[in-house]
């Protein structure tokens, strides 16, 4: 799922192309650093977006710059084609500012209440598509595309891994089999 909604929030709803910039929210966690790697692969310039502690992390996985959403300005960043929020609230709205003429807004986070100037905004909830899916295991199969794993637990474990008491970045994975 972290793999669709990276794939269609950049590509299907954002139009991202090569040549594009492209600011990613939660670069660090799985559906951030998923869009983060293939909008390299497009071409774009990514900037990132999380915690200091998510800073190398962010790098690691492609992304050309970082903000500390605690430290840095987020408005220093300027004018981007494309802004991939997951997060929503006070973080949406600035960055709704930072869009480009004709640029986009995109975001899985609900309906934004604030909108780019002189660009789009929309929000998604990501759809089942086999060929996209295929597509995305097809790139992790031949190392093109890593995924963000924060955890493996086994079925037995699997309550207290979805609730956990500290913050966990990347995917929790459930291992069925022994």
């Known amino acids: 799922m972290t793999g669709l909604t990276a794939w269609q929030g950049?590509?299907?709803?954002?139009?991202l192309g090569a040549g594009q910039s492209v600011l990613v929210h939660g670069v660090a966690g799985a559906v951030g650093s998923t869009a983060t790697q293939l909008a390299r692969e497009a071409g774009a310039y990514v900037i990132g977006?999380?915690?200091?502690?998510?800073r190398e992390l962010a790098l690691d996985f492609g992304a050309q710059g970082f903000v500390d959403l605690e430290n840095d300005a987020l408005e220093d960043v300027g004018g981007v084609d494309l802004v991939f929020d997951v997060f929503g609230g006070a973080i949406g709205k600035r960055s709704a500012g930072l869009v480009r003429a004709e640029g986009m807004l995109v975001t899985v986070a609900g309906p934004t209440e604030?909108?780019?100037?002189?660009?789009?905004a929309i929000d998604?909830?990501?759809?089942?598509d086999r060929a996209q899916l295929s597509e995305i295991a097809r790139r992790v199969k031949n190392g093109q595309l890593r995924t963000n794993i924060g955890q493996v637990a086994t079925l037995d474990d699997a309550v207290?891994?979805?609730?956990p008491t500290e913050r966990i970045n990347g995917k929790t994975?459930?291992?069925?089999?022994r």
């Open 49 to 54: 977006t999380g915690r200091a502690a998510h």
């Open 124 to 128: 998604f909830v990501v759809v089942s």
């Open 160 to 163: 207290a891994a979805f609730n």
């Open 114 to 120: 604030a909108r780019p100037v002189n660009g789009r």
């Open 173 to 177: 994975i459930i291992r069925v089999r």
């Open 10 to 15: 950049l590509f299907e709803h954002g139009h």
